[in-house]
């Protein structure tokens, strides 16, 4: 089936309506740490990094707390590199290039529609490729910059699937790879690359084993390489993998809801909006994708029996849909702001189920096809609309986290950042408040906590900070946190105390060893024999300080 010239240019258009305007964008959330504050990534000479370290080297806020979650997409890091050679800290180039992959994923995702729906016309696959191209909810993968390793896997894994149903299937082995080298995460979508039909067509048994056997082999070099590289990774721990599979039915619903009827999007802390659900909410999502599966099974049975062609393509789609939000169901469980960048992996699986539904929808009553043609136009516009509203938003951090607070005003996330925000900008009296509101609603979480009491610091109320100093060592008492607060305490003190002061700094080294503020603290302090002398009594049995070499 020959495409119509004009679908891939409208594609082109459509995008550009929608979400052409993000060079106006500034850097946002993460953006500010790894390209504005960030040194790394703009000398060349740390390139080959990229590939020997955990992604999150490239921040100037990593700071290896144990909520960090350890990942290696040295491709995607790697491509930072590269704007930074001829961007800088311009955001204009980092744009053009997430703009591009965003295009390229919206043509593979056309190309692959046309070739596996088995429809008679082009239709069906334009119109998913459409609403894949301007889902609100997935500006957050392409017009955030630093969401870019979604679009950037996604892209070799269409190229990988692509391969699969065409002539040239050895090329599905590095794409797939590449795709890895990107994001892990394109490790789910295995099985649906291994079920892909060819124009509806059932693939067969030996078809899918020779699928996986071709793209086996370069997972298996891609664990192997992120194992030497990681030495063995933080996920989070069994708790946080139980939490996150008992959070899945309720990502797998809320994901559906959001794609076919998405509200404004804004800034979301899923942890936070879970952890407020009732049980029911977990419990009737559970039952309900367990029903559904069943349903899904036991009709695909019935048609594949029947002789039909399209239960393959029915299963390769919900196989791509759920397949990438497994490990977000982990993400949804600690704080990690965002949703939308989480979808953009699966989001070819639900437009592939779209265009099987218009492709049904036209066979089964044809002469309607006007009529759902202008709905579906109508459907488009509609998600334009708030696609170029919500790139908008994302132009500034002020703007993103005002609308967080706006649409869950009883959720921390949105006061937190934009408390931290304003303090790392220079405005600790505008910090101050939204700090506090942060802290009454989430008091559990570390990173606003520790905000405030800078804050309080920088305003110049010093016991107010050691107040919040010795809260914070209670309430995180030997956990590595514990640290932040030890540090907090002695900028608080008014009236120097050596044995007060050597008291935090040694506790400091106990539970975050070589932490560079506290060692700092120590070469600084030791150059007091009186200091020294009360650092060598706290010292004793706890911390060799003959490893900390005096300035």
């Known amino acids: 089936m020959q495409k119509p010239h004009w679908a891939n240019a409208a594609l082109v258009l459509i995008v550009l309506v929608s979400s052409g305007h993000r060079f106006s964008n500034d850097f946002i959330f993460d953006d500010v740490p790894m390209i504005v504050r960030g040194e790394v990534i703009h000398d060349l000479a740390h390139l080959p990094r990229a590939w020997g370290e955990r992604t999150m080297f490239v921040s100037a806020a990593d700071d290896g707390t144990v909520d960090s ?102 090329l599905a082995l590095p794409c797939f790879f590449t795709a890895l080298l990107s994001k892990e995460t394109a490790l789910l979508l295995l099985p649906a690359l291994a079920l892909l039909p060819r124009q509806g067509a059932e693939p067969s048994h030996r078809e899918v084993g020779a699928r996986l056997a071709l793209l086996l082999p370069g997972a298996a070099v891609y664990f192997l390489l992120r194992q030497h590289v990681l030495q063995g990774a933080r996920v989070g721990g069994a708790d946080v993998i139980r939490e996150g599979l008992a959070t899945l039915p309720v990502l797998i619903v809320d994901s559906v809801r959001a794609t076919l009827l998405p509200e404004a999007p804004y800034l979301r802390s899923l942890r936070d909006e879970y952890l407020a659900l009732p049980a029911w909410a977990f419990v009737g999502s559970t039952v309900l994708c367990v029903a559904v599966a069943f349903v899904t099974f036991a009709l695909a049975w019935r048609i594949r029996r029947g002789g039909a062609t399209s239960t393959p393509a029915v299963l390769a789609a919900i196989a791509w849909f759920v397949g990438p939000l497994i490990p977000v169901s982990i993400i949804a469980t600690v704080l990690w702001p965002g949703f939308g960048r989480y979808l953009y992996l699966s989001m070819p699986g639900a437009v592939w189920l779209l265009a099987l ?23 488009v516009a509609m998600l334009s609309l708030r696609t170029a509203i919500f790139t ?68 110049d109320d010093a016991a107010r900070a050691g107040a919040v100093a010795a809260l914070g060592i209670e309430r995180f008492r030997d956990r590595p946190e514990e640290a932040s607060y030890r540090v907090l305490a002695v900028r608080s003190l008014t009236q120097v105390a050596p044995d007060t002061v050597a008291e935090h700094l040694i506790r400091c080294l106990e539970v975050w060893p070589g932490r560079p503020d506290c060692v700092d603290g120590v070469q600084r302090f030791s150059r007091d024999p009186m200091h020294d002398a009360a650092l060598r009594r706290a010292a004793h049995g706890r911390v060799d300080l003959g490893a900390i070499a005096p300035r």
């Open 69 to 170: 979650i350890d990942t290696y997409r040295p491709l995607s890091v790697t491509t930072f590199f590269v704007d930074a050679a001829w961007s800088g800290r311009d955001p204009a180039g980092y744009h053009l290039t997430n703009l591009l992959l965003h295009l390229g994923c919206v043509l593979l995702v056309h190309a692959l529609l046309s070739r596996v729906v088995g429809s008679a016309t082009d239709l069906p696959a334009f119109f998913a490729s459409a609403v894949f191209a301007v889902q609100p909810w997935l500006v957050e993968a392409h017009v955030w910059i630093n969401g870019r390793s979604d679009p950037l896997a996604l892209l070799f894994v269409l190229a990988s699937a692509l391969a699969l149903v065409g002539p040239r299937r050895w």
């Open 357 to 379: 539904g218009v492709e049904h929808v036209h066979a089964r009553w044809p002469t309607r096809r006007r009529t759902v043609g202008i709905l579906l136009v109508g459907y």
């Open 392 to 459: 908008t938003e994302l132009g500034d951090e002020r703007t993103l986290y005002s609308r967080a607070i706006e649409a869950r005003p009883a959720v921390a996330m949105g006061y937190g950042w934009l408390g931290m925000s304003e303090l790392r900008d220079g405005d600790a009296g505008a910090a101050l408040p939204l700090l506090l509101r942060a802290s009454a609603l989430d008091p559990g979480t570390h990173r606003y906590f520790i905000k405030l009491g800078q804050a309080y610091l920088e305003t």
